[in-house]
Structure formats: structure tokens, C-alpha cells
């Protein structure tokens, strides 16, 4: 599970609520095709033994394959990169730069500068996002104590 969905300093469960909140339909995907499981399974209303708890739960999400529709889903609607495929870009960066003429060849793969530059715009934004709701947390402590 990415940090999309954790809650910064929550712990495991409110993470996990979270997850099931924000990505509930990608988690009930995944869940049946590699566990064959329901997420309804968590909630017995009618009783019975539940085939899963909280805690497994959190478990069959930490261990979800990269091409899961989780992964995906916090990946930008993309699979995210694999041992593989970083190998095979740092295949492709030593073939280039030993055949490019000094200081002509690219520093890293196309793709991975892309992902690279897609991950800190997001920190970014998080970062600027946490910083105006504690501006906005701020000022209503401040107008409470001045009544």
C-alpha cells in the first residue's frame, strides 16, 4: 500500500480505514483475485464465522503484487516500476552513455525522470496542502482564544 492512502503518524488501522475509505473498490478487486476473499467478508451482519479480520486484511494489502489494482491505483492509473524494469533502464542509460559523445547523454531514463518529477510535484502539493490546513487549524485556536 502506498502513502496515498496513510494517514501521516496514524497508525496501522486508521491507515488502513483510510485505504478501504479512499480505495475500497481496488482493495475488493484485489482481494478476490489473489485471496479470494470479499471485503464484505470483514462485516458478517448475519453472524457467522468471518473468513476475514482487520488484521489479515492489513496483510493481504501489504503484500499485494505490483501489478495489483491498488498499486496501480495509487500509481496514477500505471503499474509501478519493477526490479525488472529499473534494470532494464539502467541497461538502456549504460548502452546510451557509452555511446553518446561526452556530456551528450541523458542522466537517467525518460521515464523514470518522468515518475521521478511526477512524485516530487506531489510531495510538494501534499507538503503545501498540510501547511495551509495548519495555518487554517492556527487561526481558528487563535479566534476561539480571543472570545
Same mark, same amino acid.
Given at each position: 500500500?502506498?502513502?496515498?492512502?496513510?494517514?501521516?503518524? =496514524?497508525? +496501522? #488501522?486508521?491507515?488502513? %480505514?483510510?485505504? /478501504?475509505?479512499? @480505495?475500497?473498490?481496488?482493495?475488493?478487486?484485489? !482481494?478476490?483475485?489473489?485471496?479470494?476473499?470479499?471485503?464484505?467478508?470483514?462485516?458478517?451482519?448475519?453472524?457467522? =464465522?468471518? +473468513? #476475514?479480520?482487520?488484521? %489479515?486484511?492489513? /496483510?493481504?494489502? @501489504?503484500?499485494?503484487?505490483?501489478?495489483?489494482? !491498488?498499486?496501480?491505483?495509487?500509481?496514477?492509473?500505471?503499474?509501478?516500476?519493477?526490479?525488472?524494469?529499473?534494470? =532494464?533502464?539502467?541497461?538502456?542509460?549504460?548502452?546510451?552513455?557509452?555511446?553518446?559523445?561526452?556530456?551528450?547523454?541523458?542522466?537517467?531514463?525518460?521515464?523514470?525522470?518522468?515518475?521521478?518529477?511526477?512524485?516530487?510535484?506531489?510531495?510538494?502539493?501534499?507538503?503545501?496542502?498540510?501547511?495551509?490546513?495548519?495555518?487554517?487549524?492556527?487561526?481558528?485556536?487563535?479566534?476561539?482564544?480571543?472570545?
Amino acid at each position: 500500500m502506498g502513502t496515498g492512502g496513510r494517514v501521516p503518524y =496514524a497508525g +496501522k #488501522l486508521a491507515s488502513l %480505514l483510510v485505504a /478501504v475509505r479512499d @480505495r475500497g473498490d481496488a482493495i475488493e478487486a484485489d !482481494l478476490m483475485r489473489y485471496y479470494r476473499v470479499q471485503l464484505r467478508d470483514l462485516f458478517r451482519p448475519g453472524g457467522g =464465522a468471518s +473468513k #476475514l479480520t482487520l488484521r %489479515l486484511l492489513w /496483510v493481504y494489502i @501489504r503484500h499485494l503484487p505490483a501489478d495489483s489494482a !491498488l498499486a496501480i491505483s495509487e500509481n496514477g492509473g500505471t503499474a509501478p516500476w519493477t526490479m525488472a524494469d529499473h534494470l =532494464a533502464a539502467d541497461t538502456w542509460l549504460a548502452i546510451v552513455q557509452s555511446n553518446s559523445p561526452k556530456g551528450k547523454a541523458p542522466k537517467d531514463h525518460p521515464a523514470r525522470e518522468r515518475a521521478k518529477k511526477k512524485l516530487t510535484e506531489g510531495k510538494a502539493t501534499r507538503s503545501r496542502s498540510a501547511h495551509d490546513r495548519a495555518k487554517a487549524r492556527n487561526a481558528e485556536r487563535l479566534r476561539l482564544a480571543r472570545k
